[in-house]
């Protein structure tokens, strides 16, 4: 039986998933390190390789054609599959090794695990050097998505295909009062709690209405003076005012030494809501990634130094 051998030129193909992903030739240009004349020189080799424009011109970036759309999930696979051979055979050494990793954490990650990260690579792997990127409203632009950053840290709902979650561990909440409040003792009743007004911290997106959501399940009122944008800016407010802030447990754990402050267990049983990592699948054998997501995982896993602690768990999916 006679074979007949398309032939294909394997570095034209990032080109083509940087333009589905990115639908910009600036963007995707930027992404891959080439000059947009380049990179247009590669589009017209991708076109007439694949016999087809691939690529329209809109108003609001390149629209890809409707085999475009067909190949890409082929192509992405056939790319992934290749780089899982590829850096499976890769050794891995921490201690020696020099690279530069973007990720981005939310701002509750920022503040309870980030600081551990950074003391763990500094001790484990001081060659390897994090890049944060804005955890923003829309999961795309942190870039895990495309896979230009390599994992995004927080919270993840109805999560692209081509991204793997891995489930962390679970944090509960807690109050935070001014150590001196006239109205609230050691313990914080149903009645004080909707009688305060109330600190709120702003989430990116879709999570904006989360704990709002979870105290309307609960029927549990809440007036909000103001909203703040990072949890730092909290207890600031919080310890000027007579208002009250409703915080994750390890954030709290964290504020316990600020005497300014009181923490207080809240009023109803809230709950508790889950932590997550989440990375494109393309990185799913990578040594350095593996290494590094087996770093966090077992950070995340450690016992709070007081108080409540999250309930670990190595859950993943994908």
Same mark, same amino acid.
């Given at each position: 039986?006679?074979?007949?051998? &398309?032939? #294909?030129?394997? $570095? ?28 247009? $020189? ?6 007439? &390789? ?6 329209? !011109?809109?108003?609001?970036? &390149?629209?890809? @054609? ?5 190949? %890409? ?21 921490? %201690? ?7 990720? %981005?954490? $939310?701002? #509750? ?57 891995? =489930?962390? &561990? ?7 009062? !001014? ?9 914080? @009743? ?6 305060? !007004? ?30 703040? @944008? =990072? ?11 007579? #208002?009250?802030?409703?915080?994750? $447990? ?6 316990? =030494? ?21 990375? =494109? ?22 016992? %709070? ?14």
């Amino acid at each position: 039986m006679q074979h007949i051998w &398309m032939r #294909y030129d394997l $570095n034209l193909l990032p080109v083509f998933l940087a333009l589905i992903e990115e639908r910009s030739v600036t963007r995707a240009a930027e992404r891959l390190g080439m000059t947009q004349p380049a990179l247009s $020189n590669s589009l017209t080799r991708l076109r007439s &390789m694949l016999l087809d424009p691939l690529f329209v !011109r809109e108003r609001y970036g &390149m629209q890809p @054609t409707a085999k475009a759309l067909e190949l %890409a999930p082929v192509i992405a696979a056939a790319l992934a599959s290749l780089d899982d051979v590829v850096r499976g055979q890769q050794a891995f050494e921490p %201690a020696k090794a020099k690279q530069r990793i973007t990720i %981005a954490p $939310n701002s #509750y990650v920022e503040f309870v695990l980030l600081p551990a990260i950074v003391a763990s690579l500094r001790e484990r792997a001081p060659g390897i050097a994090l890049r944060l990127t804005p955890y923003g409203a829309d999961l795309a632009e942190t870039g895990v998505v495309s896979g230009t950053t390599a994992m995004a840290l927080g919270r993840f709902v109805d999560p692209p295909d081509n991204l793997v979650v891995q =489930h962390l &561990m679970d944090d509960g909440l807690s109050c935070i009062v !001014r150590a001196d409040h006239p109205q609230v003792g050691d313990r914080i @009743t149903k009645k004080q709690y909707e009688r305060l !007004r109330h600190v709120n911290v702003l989430p990116p997106g879709r999570l904006r209405a989360g704990l709002f959501q979870v105290l309307e399940r609960e029927g549990l009122k809440r007036e909000v003076a103001v909203s703040v @944008t =990072h949890f730092l800016a909290i207890p600031e407010v919080v310890a000027v005012t007579d #208002y009250c802030a409703t915080l994750p $447990n390890l954030i709290c754990r964290r504020l316990a =030494h600020d005497r300014r402050l009181k923490i207080l267990p809240t009023p109803i049983d809230l709950g508790t809501f889950p932590v997550e990592m989440a990375w =494109h699948v393309r990185y799913r054998h990578d040594p350095v990634h593996v290494w590094l997501r087996a770093l966090i995982v077992e950070l995340a896993q450690q016992p %709070a130094p007081s108080g409540i602690a999250p309930t670990p768990s190595g859950r993943g999916r994908g």
